[in-house]
């Protein structure tokens, strides 16, 4: 079946432009999630949603970062004024998302952002 | 701060080689542990769940030390597609959904 899809698959941008990265997830996955992983680094968290509650903002770096996600489906993150520090490839993830359920997270290929 | 450690590695092996992996976390009230595998400039692709009672999957097998608070990866008759970074993942359980990922071992299995 289809898997998590994101685009652009690369996205290079001027100092200050705003960007915008999409992500689709596995359908009937009711949590999403957003990590951006920088070159030889960890996965850094960055924001959950699940199903309609509000969304766990807590791993976003800095107030130019937000993500919607529209009818419980399609998540979009938007990146204002980028720097060249937000360089990175940022994933997003979707899993079933089940109350007290031992579920694994399916990733997307992820965007490769550069900032010039 | 939870935090989930791992060595970077890299750990360099001849092929048929078995190697064994550990990650430990801090965080004694988790209760959802997983090793993906991301190969190079691909996203994290999931491994295998890790379960109280120990689990395999054809050459790898995971156990779970809860007293030691750390999971294991073993993997047996290296193949040189097994070539790769191993992350550890560690969750709460309840009502926490975010993930904590170690930042993974490297393995390089060689011919």
């Known amino acids: 079946g289809a898997g998590v899809s994101q685009s652009p698959s690369n996205k290079v941008t001027e100092k200050g432009k705003d960007v915008e990265l999409r992500c689709d997830p596995i359908s009937g996955h009711t949590a999403l999630y957003w990590y951006r992983q920088s070159l030889g680094q960890g996965l850094e968290f960055l924001i959950y949603f699940q199903g309609n509650s509000a969304p766990d903002k807590s791993g976003l770096p800095s107030d130019r970062f937000s993500a919607e996600r529209t009818g419980g489906s399609v998540s979009t993150l938007t990146i204002q004024r980028t720097q060249q520090e937000d360089s990175a490839v940022y994933l997003c993830?979707?899993?079933?998302?089940?109350?007290?359920?031992?579920?694994?997270?399916?990733f997307g290929p992820g965007t490769r952002l550069t900032v010039t | 701060r939870k935090e989930v450690e791992q060595d970077p590695g890299p750990f360099n092996v001849p092929e048929g080689a078995t190697v064994a992996f550990n990650c430990t976390y801090s965080n004694s009230a988790s209760q959802s542990f997983f090793w993906y595998r991301q190969d190079c400039r691909k996203e994290p692709k999931l491994l295998m769940s890790v379960y109280s009672s120990g689990n395999e999957d054809g050459r790898f097998t995971a156990q779970l030390n809860r007293a030691s608070q750390y999971i294991s990866l073993l993997i047996r008759d290296s193949k040189l597609s097994d070539s790769a970074t191993y992350l550890c993942?560690?969750?709460?359980?309840?009502?926490?959904?975010?993930?904590?990922f170690g930042r993974g071992t490297s393995l390089i299995v060689h011919p």
């Open positions: 993830a979707s899993s079933l998302g089940l109350a007290g359920g031992h579920y694994e997270q399916y």
């Open positions: 993942v560690v969750k709460e359980g309840g009502g926490s959904y975010i993930p904590t």
